[in-house]
Nanobody
Framework: VQLQASGGGSVQAGDSLRLSCGAS????????MAWFRQAPGNEREFVAG????????DYADSVKGRFTISRDRTKNMVYLQMNSLRPEDTARYLC?????????????????WGQGTQVTVSS
């Protein structure tokens, strides 16, 4: 499975971005998916996750109320709408496919990872 993320860029604080992630084949339609982020020198950090059906989502406290995760199983896509971006959101954002239908905040719960897309927020 290959995951391709897109939609990153350089923006100003307060701006919005929408990240997209597609899988190369329909192996993740029954699996949870998530977005993580990693800044240089930092550990990989859970951002948001969504279960296989899209009925359950989870967010890191730092992004609650600003970010929204969604998925389109028919298109094998997952999205991350990011509003009110802050400089501390600057990182490489990676999408991942969970090992099961549910989601978790640990990277160990995920079996496939994309290369990610860079998000840079300036003040």
């Amino acid at each position: 499975v290959q995951l391709q993320a897109s939609g990153g860029g350089s923006v100003q604080a307060g701006d919005s971005l929408r990240l997209s992630c597609g899988a190369s084949r329909r192996t993740n339609s029954n699996n949870g998916m998530a977005w993580f982020r990693q800044a240089p020198g930092n550990e990989r950090e859970f951002v948001a996750g969504i279960n296989w059906s899209g009925t359950t989502t989870d967010y890191a406290d730092s992004v609650k109320g600003r970010f929204t995760i969604s998925r389109d199983r028919t298109k094998n896509m997952v999205y991350l709408q990011m509003n009110s971006l802050r400089p501390e959101d600057t990182a490489r954002y990676l999408c991942a496919v969970a090992r099961s239908a549910s989601i978790g905040s640990s990277p160990r719960a995920y079996s496939y990872w994309g290369q990610g897309t860079q998000v840079t927020v300036s003040s």
